[in-house]
């Protein structure tokens, strides 16, 4: 198993010299006086904490890439012959109803007003970073043209260069948020929503009550954390004056700005940005009820919650507040995360992997089930990128995870349609996409499509929005494919039975079947003329459903 090299990565642009490394330390096993360069401890010898973080900020997102020892590979889908779950009522399955473009992937979520997307899928949180808001119009419209919730991550007015703030230091004004929203409205067709993130500062700055008051918004959310860091949030700013500003409004900028030394490092070029951070939440039951409660005092119909990859205890806290407090969405962000703005080394070592997390979430959700609690509806982040992702852990989560959340795997594609456009403007498109054209036209496979329900409205839509709108067509056909084939006819009718595992410590850890074991008893039932095959479930399925709640 590969676990990663602990002092060489691409993504904080250091390598090792030598093809022999030492496991555990990561150092080269002949390290030689006179190497130049360029392992992490090589680069942090004059650069220092740079080679923490990921880079060139602002240019890349980055993932964990530590190869856990059990992960989602290691389940692997059930087909099925027979049966059809999620049929319209009084429709019989047969080959002439049960086509694979039929199947329903709509999905909704809400404890009492529910919202419906048109696929089980929303992006992570946008907030802060310079990647973020650089492509922001690709983003937002990519999403609501795609009919999925786009959330409007942390910090968004804290770090907002004209934010006018009045004389009790709360939100006058923030002409970034307001643009974020707009976007994002300009194009909603009812499908999907933007909702908004709160930290420690940005409840501190009164977020809630400027984007209720000046746009109305239906959802605010509430952050814990997330599964790439265990810290607030972090950016980094190229300029003093600007490392200045946002100490002066609160946040925690090092190295301190204000430090005479520091200031001269700057002058002199060898310090060349600054890190801006949020501060550590702290929890308690109370306290999360009680702001629970101030927000629907404040208008918002829905509250959403995103936690992140923390110890057992605050998994089982999130779960249990939330159905106390009727959270309409909790999101449970998984080990290792990706982003373009956190520790590298923390997105590679800290907290519960995805997997984990998830096998823990529905064990948790069984147990204060019994106990007569509802549970809100539950999406599952950390690392997901593909439909079959996407079957599997509504699958294992079944039936309290309704979606999953997709971070860089919806962001990539918003950055690619938007280079394409540069690419064609500067004839210089490489080889991967003039393959199929010259022209967006010939290069886009749903551009048409776009077309002809935009009308001119299509000039308005970015090449990057038309990016996501292709991933997420791709996401969402590829989805109803798997679906057909486990008989599943709309989502929320896929469940625990419809997977087995692969190796015995992932069924150890899921409680899902081992490939060897599952529905054996049905096949031995076969074998020895007991049944034909037929009966032995759901009318709908015609299959047995006893490994949903194993």
Known sequence: MNLGRPNANDATRTFNRS???VPGSGICSRCIDGCKGNCEVFKATFRGREVIYPGPFGE????????????YSHLNIQGYAEGARGLPKGVNGNPDTTKFPDVDTEMEYGWDIKVKMRAPIFTGAL???????????????????????????ENVCG????????????????PEMDRRIEVYKKFHEGFGEILVQMNVEDTRL???????????????????????????????????????????RGYIVTPDPTVHATQEAFKDGALKEFERHSRLGFVSEESFLAEVARLRELGFKRITLKTGAYSMKELAMALKYSSLA??????????????????????????????????????????????????PDIAIAGGFSSEDHVFKAIALGSPYVKAVCMGRALMIPGMVGKNIATWIKNNQLPPTVSEFGSTEKEI?????????????????????????????????VGLQQLMAGSRNFRVNTISRADLMSLTEEAAKISGIPYVMDAYRKEAEAILDGKTNGRGNGSKASGRTRKFAAV
């Open 19 to 21: 093809k022999s490394v």
């Open 60 to 71: 890349v997102t980055a993932g964990g890439d530590k190869d856990y020892p059990v992960d």
């Open 127 to 153: 907030g802060s970073t310079e990647v973020a808001r650089k492509n922001w119009e690709h983003f937002a419209i990519g999403a609501a043209i795609s009919g999925v919730t786009l959330v409007c991550g």
């Open 159 to 174: 770090i907002d260069p004209a934010l006018e703030l009045d004389n009790k230091g709360k939100i006058k004004s923030s």
């Open 206 to 248: 009164g977020v809630a009550e400027y984007v209720r008051k000046k746009h109305k918004l239906d959802t605010i959310e509430l952050k814990w954390g997330q599964g790439a860091k265990c810290i607030g949030g972090e950016i980094k700013v190229k300029s003093l004056e600007r490392a200045a500003q946002l100490q002066k």
């Open 326 to 375: 009727k959270i309409d969405l909790l999101t449970i962000d998984g080990a290792p995360g990706g982003t373009g703005m956190s520790p590298w080394r923390m997105m590679e070592e800290w907290g519960i992997p995805t997997f984990y997390l998830e096998a823990l979430t529905y064990e948790f959700c069984e147990k204060l089930r019994k106990k007569g609690m509802r549970l």
């Open 444 to 476: 886009f496979v749903y551009y048409e499509e776009l077309a002809d329900k935009y009308g001119k409205g299509i000039d308005n839509i970015p090449l990057g929005a038309i990016g996501i709108y292709s991933f997420a067509q791709k996401i969402r």
